[in-house]
């Protein structure tokens, strides 16, 4: 048993995972986006928002459609993470940014949604893999992370 925790310690398959949930995450509502109910869905949280410049822009589907694009680039390269670290960091920092923009809409919205509470558990993972990309990225440069080898 001991030797399995080791294993499990020194390995990265908790990033893996990580990775993996936030590649599902985001693949699913991306992919939701390009939908009538969730375009119907989404209105009536974003109009009342500052994020209603999207509506303004492109039009209420358009605005979905935006939506959809920033959260399929960010699957696609959280997938490219896997075996670049550049394109990881990139995905990453827009699971950052979607969480921090998704969580300023609360002062807005006057309530505690759990729909966008839940952005608090997507920041604090991709801070974990962008840290683990961060490292594998500059490794060269001497950068070491404790627990990896």
């Not at 920033?70 to 990881?88: D, N």
């Not at 966008?116 to 440069?141: M, P, Q, Y």
Request: with cysteine; hydrophobic share 50%; charged share 15%.
């Amino acid at each position: 048993m001991n030797n399995l925790i080791q294993r499990f310690a020194r390995s990265t398959a908790d990033v893996a995972i990580m990775r993996s949930t936030l590649i599902f995450i985001f693949a699913l509502y991306g992919t939701y986006k390009w939908f009538d109910f969730e375009v119907q869905a989404l209105e009536p949280v974003i109009s009342v928002t500052w994020l209603n410049i999207l509506y303004t822009l492109f039009g209420i589907a358009g605005g979905s459609y935006f939506l959809g694009v920033v959260e399929t680039l960010t699957f696609l390269l959280l997938i490219a993470g896997f075996s670049r670290p550049a394109a990881g960091i990139a995905g990453s920092a827009l699971v950052i940014v979607t969480g921090l923009i998704t969580l300023s809409l609360l002062p807005q919205l006057g309530e505690v949604d759990g729909f966008i509470v839940k952005d608090v558990f997507l920041i604090s993972t991709g801070l974990a893999v962008l840290k683990h990309d961060l490292c594998r990225w500059n490794a060269a440069g001497g950068l070491r992370c404790e627990g990896r080898r």
